[in-house]
């Protein structure tokens, strides 16, 4: 549960009444100070990772693991669900200070249409299948008329949400062609474990479901993958609702206002064409080592492809050696020890060399290059 500052108030009064303190105002002045003197700050808290039930994870992602053993990265792919509000303004703005008790929002701020976007990559983001988007009415008026058709796939639905038959006709139209037009490998497909999910299956895929409850831990799209596209998607839409203020503004307009219907073309409230616009084109900018990291983060990956995604990143990077580090002072402390037998016969300034290679050594681009070519082919470079 939160710790908001209603339930510190609320607890402040119970201890305040078992001290039989009576005269006691828990206000929200006295709970800030006590707050801050015992180091708690404020946060908004996003996602559910506190839902997750690690507990009983890891020994089913170690079975996973040892399933993704020796498979290829690229035909590890991950599928995920996520609402998206399209229409939704900040509820927080900058007014006059005299104006502060007075400023009213709008209705877009709490606007509730939504839409869900099903997305899916492979490991090493280069395939990303194209998203689709599932929305309440069947033929929304926007993609209708020459020039105006979805620009990506649109599924509709009651509830805008994913049920077995929804799922299964994206799964058989939408993710087993974007397969098969891309590689005629066999694929792996980590999906988690919602009911929904269970009905598909191909003879080109098998399905691995990922452990109850925490796939907000070891699901990729849901460390970073998810939320990057939402916040660019929200920068593209205020970009455009702060250029429709402008120009309504300078078109005279005594007090502008985001007018219902017409889309943002018409310097409207943003519709479906316009969100699905928007999603592909920011699905497209997605950069594949963000994917790729996402993964990573999962933890969700055998040791061999986390070898492989580490070096398409190039994360062997040869770290500084300390300004204050005297090697030579070291080589001179050495010779007057037991080593100083491994130090005849080279001179003064090899001695050092020698030393800062074997400080060096583990952080060193040839000797991680080396142990990563060592994991990959299960060799070693001495037989």
């Not at 709970?31 to 808290?45: D, I, P």
């Not at 693991?65 to 290829?72: A, F, K, S, T």
């Not at 509709?156 to 929804?166: G, L, N």
């Not at 590689?183 to 109850?212: K, R």
Request: proline share 4%; hydrophobic share 40%.
């Amino acid at each position: 549960m939160p710790l908001s500052l209603a339930i510190l108030l609320q607890k402040a009064l119970q201890v305040a009444e078992h001290l039989g303190i009576t005269d006691f105002a828990a206000s929200n002045g006295f709970t800030q100070h006590w707050a801050s003197h015992h180091g708690l700050v404020n946060v908004a808290l996003h996602g559910s990772g506190a839902s997750a039930n690690v507990g009983e994870a890891p020994e089913r992602m170690v079975a996973i693991r040892q399933q993704l053993e020796g498979v290829d990265v690229d035909q590890m792919c991950n599928v995920e669900e996520t609402v998206l509000l399209y229409q939704v303004l900040p509820s927080r703005s900058y007014v006059p200070s005299e104006h502060r008790r007075t400023e009213r929002g709008s209705k877009a701020m709490k606007s509730k249409d939504r839409v869900t976007l099903t997305l899916c990559c492979n490991a090493t983001g280069t395939h990303k299948v194209p998203v689709t988007m599932i929305g309440k009415k069947a033929q929304p008026m926007c993609f209708q008329g020459n020039g105006n058709a979805s620009p990506l796939t649109y599924f509709s639905h009651k509830s805008a949400w994913t049920d077995a038959s929804v799922f299964k006709r994206w799964f058989e139209e939408v993710f087993v062609p974007a397969v098969q037009a891309g590689t005629a490998h066999h694929v792996y497909f980590i999906m988690d474990n919602l009911g929904c999910h269970s009905s598909s299956s191909h003879p080109q895929v098998t399905i691995i479901e990922l452990p109850p409850n925490p796939t907000a831990v070891y699901q990729p799209l849901d460390v970073g993958i998810i939320v990057l596209l939402k916040n660019r998607y929200k920068k593209r839409l205020l970009y455009r609702a702060v250029c429709n203020l402008v120009s309504l503004k300078y078109n005279g307009a005594a007090d502008p206002r985001v007018a219902r219907g017409g889309g943002l073309g018409e310097e409207g409230q943003a519709h479906l064409r316009d969100a699905a616009k928007f999603i592909v084109e920011e699905w497209d900018e997605i950069l594949r080592d963000h994917i790729v990291r996402c993964w990573l983060k999962a933890d969700c990956l055998p040791t061999g492809a986390v070898a492989r995604l580490r070096l398409q990143l190039g994360d062997i990077q040869m770290v500084a050696e300390p300004a204050h580090m005297d090697m030579s002072h070291l080589v001179a402390m050495m010779a007057h020890t037991s080593l100083e037998h491994e130090f005849d016969g080279p001179s003064g300034k090899e001695q050092v060399l020698a030393v800062r290679r074997c400080l060096t050594a583990e952080t060193d681009v040839e000797a991680i290059d080396q142990t990563v070519h060592m994991v990959l082919t299960g060799g070693d470079d001495e037989e």
